[in-house]
Structure formats: structure tokens, C-alpha cells
């Protein structure tokens, strides 16, 4: 279903069916085919009508000082080149939490090699265990659920492991079967390669350890060019569920901070350098940079635009004034990988408290948010349209809305239709880092897969959304706008079959999403 038709449609009934079984359905029909395989035959864009998609645009950042060295191009191949080595840019954190740095090459006979290495602490200071993967990849087809995304399925032929310390062997004696190293646990001898799974042993020992390769059936390749002239290539895998669980199983619909190219990195990238020289024998030893003391103040930009997992695309903005616990956070949605079609804008605003250091990721500090305004803006007809279907005092002014006018939710008590909920309360974890050209940078609380929110202090996050930028400090009011943006879309096929669906799928996902 197109936006156009969605358009024609009556409001009346347009509220009927955002409440009706007829959206449950395709909300389920959409969460399964994000689980099974049986779904996934759903008419899709196949490379034949798309193999010369691509997209680029140029980011002007608001930062002044970003404004002139900054100008990029961004384009996005479908199908993804893939011939190479990429490698972490940082020590990464997945939800458990575990910290690791990765090390994929890929072959043009589509085998590929994957190297991770995993720490006990947040730095990547202190190997614990490597993982050799190695395995066969086949790209299928553009994702039909993730725009912008390729599909692809993986087959492992082999899993090694090695372990660097004696501590690493008896953590791991409490997580993985004896038989699975071939040996008992005690004759495990640190630096030696052990087989955890090949093409005739089942998955056992693989499940153990919570490791699962489904973040190669979701790829995607932006590479951008600088106006300097240099080329960076980024590799987005498909992301890690939060849940424990359901992470062996979980079929990625967003995608895991990127890997670079390692001839086409961002400079200058000692990690990059560390890791490609790693082997599974020589894990890379990270150093932490110095300890930055978190401070919130100033105004925060996304560096990119965002990818959620279930398809929500948007950049994000920050204000924090830590006088006064103050705080405003504007959510620009967009139906489209580069961000350049806006859908609604939300502003939320509220408070928030600093609390402890984070037990369990060194460096980094918990918080808790209050919300308690939320402006809504529709940027396009039918979302204005959808929101001006909702009911009297469920949603702003009823019959109110209209492209580009900006409503107050908050005699509402929200949106209903949107899912927010006022007030409302967040459990949140942050660090902040400095970037290769000593930009500060924020990280804020990954948001549970399942879509939940975390309004209980046993949800907070054990990892991180993509980071965003320090862009001033001391500014008070985030009025400006933060991406005016250049668009040229190179694209052929700007056809978006399930451009509404994914629309409404965005709103009724927002329910859980909320705000941050
Ligand atoms: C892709 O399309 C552009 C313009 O439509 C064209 O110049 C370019 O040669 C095409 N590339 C490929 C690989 O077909
Ligand atoms: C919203 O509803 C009002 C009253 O029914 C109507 O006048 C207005 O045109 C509608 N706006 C949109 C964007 O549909």
C-alpha cells in the first residue's frame, strides 16, 4: 500500500484500522517474518529491478566548526560490495554486556573469515577468548523489511576458539559443556586452537556461548566521499538482540555499530591498525584513552541517520542543562535510509538525575529521565492525516493536525496513537568518549529489540546506540534546525511499496519506543 492511497482513505476509517486486527495482523505477519523463514517470501525488490540503487546526500551539521571540513557524500550499493577486511573502529559493547573488537574479510568466492576477539572489561584492555569463524556467504536480496538493507544467508563451516588466560578458562568452564573442546576444560591449554563446531557437530557448544552469526543476514555498505577526497567504507551487520534469550535466534532487522574497510577507514584509527594485525593467537590489546569526566552539557547531534531495529529511521538532538537537570530531546523520523523523507518530528522535554557509576560497564554512568512534554510535528500528509483521525483528547487537538504545525501533546497526556504516554520515566545508561579528532561524544542506552520501554531499573541497557556529537556547549535551546540537508537522490527505484506500512508499523512501534 502506497502513501497516495492511504491519503484517499477516510479518516474514520483510517482510525479504524490503525485499532482494528487488520494492523495486529500485519504487525505480526512483519515480527515473524523477522523470526522465520516462511515469510520471507513476500514480493520483494530482487536485485535484477534494483542492482543500481543507490543513495547519496550530503549532511551540513549545524556545528559551525563541522560545516566546512564535513561535507559528505553518501552512497549505499545494493548488493553491498563486500571484498576485503573490515575491522572495529572501538572496543564494542553488546548487550550482555560483552565487549569485543571483530575482524571480517571477505572472499570473492563469497567465503568469509571472521575473527572476534572478547574481553572481561570495557576498555578491550584484557582478552579472554577469540573465535575463528569461517563460513560461506550468498547475498539474496534487497530486504524488504529494512530499507536500504540487503538480505543474505550464511552457512558456517567451522568455529574455533582460542583461550588467552587461565581466568578466561574458568569463566568459560561455568558457561560451556565439557566435551565441547574436545578435551576436558582442565587440559585447555591457553594460545592452543580448539573446534567448537564444524559442518558435522551440532550447535550445542555454539549456543553455550550465545554466538550466533545471523548478523550476516543483514548487510549493508555506505561509503562516503569527503570533500577532501578521501573514501570511507562502512560495513552495518544486523544487530544483537538485547535479550539474552533471543539472540541465537533473532533475525536482525537493524543493524550493529559499522565495521571500515581497512583501506578505506576513517584516520587516523589506532584501533583499526591493532585489530588488522590481531590473529586468534594475538588478540588486539586496546588501550583506554584518558577518563573523561561526564558532563551533559551543550547541545548533541546524531552523526548519521539512525537505523532501529523493526525500520525507524531518524536523527536525534540533545540539549542538557545540568544546572537546572533540564533537558530536550527533538526525534526526527524519516521513512528512508539516508533520512531524507521526514514523516514526524518529535520534541520531548523533561528531567533528569545523574546516578552511579555502571557496575557493570566500567566507564560509563546510569541515569533516569522524566518526561514530561511532548511536541509533535507532522512532517507529510498521511501521517497528519492518521493523527488527525485520532479521537477526541487521545491525541492533541483532534482535527487539529496539519503538515508542519507543531502540536502539544501534553494536555493529552500524550498520544495515544503514538504511544506516549505522559509522564514518563527511563532508566538510561551513558559514557562519553573522545572520537579520533577529540570530539566528544555520547552514548546513549541501546533500545530493547523487543521494543519494550526501559521504565524499570532492572531494564536498563547493557549497550549502545550509535553515538552522537558534542556540538556546542552552553547553548540553552535547541531551536535550529540540525540537518539541513542536501538531498540528491540518486535512486532509481524511490518506489516504496511498503512505504505506509512501515509508517504505521514506525507509529505503533513508537508506543514502546517512546522517547529516547
Ligand atoms: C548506474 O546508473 C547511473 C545513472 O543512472 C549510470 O551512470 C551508471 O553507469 C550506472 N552504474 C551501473 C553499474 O550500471
Ligand atoms: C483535519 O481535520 C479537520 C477537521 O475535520 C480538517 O478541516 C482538516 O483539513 C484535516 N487536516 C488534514 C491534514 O487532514
Known amino acids: 500500500m502506497k502513501c497516495a492511497e492511504a491519503g484517499n482513505m477516510s479518516n474514520g476509517r483510517l482510525s479504524h484500522l490503525l485499532r ?51 561535507r559528505v557524500r553518501i552512497t549505499a550499493d545494493i548488493p553491498p560490495r563486500l571484498d576485503g577486511t573490515w575491522v572495529s573502529t572501538r572496543c564494542e559493547v553488546r548487550p550482555g554486556p560483552e565487549f569485543l573488537t571483530r575482524s571480517y574479510t571477505f572472499h570473492p568466492s563469497r567465503h568469509f573469515q571472521a575473527l572476534q576477539h572478547y574481553y572481561t572489561d570495557s576498555g578491550c584492555e584484557d582478552p579472554a577468548y577469540s573465535l575463528m569463524i569461517k563460513g560461506k556467504l550468498r547475498l539474496r536480496q534487497a530486504s524488504w523489511i529494512t530499507q536500504g538493507a540487503t538480505e543474505a544467508e550464511h552457512h558456517l563451516s567451522k568455529v574455533g576458539i582460542v583461550v588467552h588466560s587461565l581466568a578466561a578458562k574458568q569463566r568459560l568452564a561455568s558457561r560451556l559443556p565439557p566435551a565441547c573442546l574436545g578435551t576436558t576444560l582442565g587440559r585447555v591449554v591457553p594460545g592452543k586452537l580448539y573446534e567448537l563446531y564444524n559442518t558435522r557437530a551440532g550447535r550445542g557448544c555454539l549456543v ?16 562516503q566521499y569527503h570533500s577532501h577526497g578521501g573514501k570511507v567504507q562502512e560495513l552495518f551487520l544486523g544487530d544483537v538482540h538485547t535479550d539474552w534469550t533471543q539472540r541465537t535466534q533473532y533475525r536482525p532487522t537493524g543493524y550493529q ?58 536523527t536525534r538532538e540533545f540539549t542538557f542543562n545540568p544546572d537546572q537537570h533540564a533537558w530536550e530531546g527533538i526525534y526526527r523520523h524519516y521513512s528512508d535510509p539516508v533520512c531524507s523523507q521526514p514523516t514526524f518530528t518529535i520534541k520531548a522535554s523533561g528531567h533528569y538525575a545523574q ?29 497528519a492525516k492518521l493523527l488527525n483521525g485520532t479521537r477526541p483528547g487521545k491525541c492533541g487537538r483532534a482535527g487539529g493536525w496539519e503538515v508542519g ?41 541501546e533500545r530493547p529489540t523487543d521494543g519494550s520501554s526501559p521504565d524499570r531499573p532492572q531494564e536498563r541497557q547493557t549497550s549502545f546506540q550509535a553515538p552522537m556529537m558534542l556540538c556546542s556547549i552552553g547553548e540553552t535551546h535547541a531551536s535550529h534546525g540540525f540537518n539541513s540537508m542536501q538531498v540528491q537522490l540518486a535512486a532509481s527505484g524511490t518506489d516504496r511499496p511498503v512505504q505506509f506500512l512501515l509508517l504505521m508499523l514506525g507509529c505503533m512501534l513508537f508506543s514502546w519506543l517512546c522517547c529516547f
Open 257 to 314: 555499530h559499522p565495521l571500515q574497510h581497512v583501506m578505506h577507514h576513517i584516520h587516523p584509527c589506532p584501533v583499526c591498525a591493532l585489530v588488522y594485525r590481531s590473529s586468534e593467537q594475538r588478540p588486539p590489546v586496546l588501550h583506554r584513552g584518558p577518563a573523561l569526566s561526564l558532563s551533559l552539557e551543550g547541545h548533541w547531534v546524531s552523526q548519521r541517520c539512525e537505523t532501529r531495529p523493526n525500520v525507524l529511521f531518524l
Open 355 to 383: 546516578g552511579n557509576p555502571s557496575v557493570k560497564i566500567s566507564g560509563a554512568t546510569e541515569f533516569v529521565f522524566k518526561v514530561t512534554q511532548v511536541k509533535v510535528t507532522a512532517e507529510e500528509e498521511s501521517t
Open 208 to 223: 553455550a556461548l550465545g554466538f550466533s552469526m545471523l548478523e550476516m543476514e543483514l548487510i549493508r555498505v555506505e561509503t
Open 20 to 70: 482494528g486486527v487488520w494492523l495486529l495482523g500485519l504487525l505480526q505477519a512483519v515480527f515473524v517474518a523477522g523470526t522465520g523463514s516462511k515469510l520471507w517470501e513476500v514480493p520483494t525488490t530482487s536485485f535484477t529491478s534494483s542492482s543500481n540503487h543507490s543513495e547519496s546526500l550530503q549532511w551540513e551539521h549545524d556545528c559551525q566548526y563541522r560545516h566546512l571540513q564535513d
Open 405 to 445: 504545525l507543531e502540536q502539544d501533546v501534553t494536555p493529552t497526556a500524550g498520544c495515544n496513537l503514538l504511544g506516549i504516554k505522559l509522564p514518563h520515566k527511563e532508566y538510561e545508561l551513558f559514557k562519553t568518549e573522545l572520537d579520533h579528532r577529540k570530539h566528544q561524544l555520547l552514548f546513549t542506552g
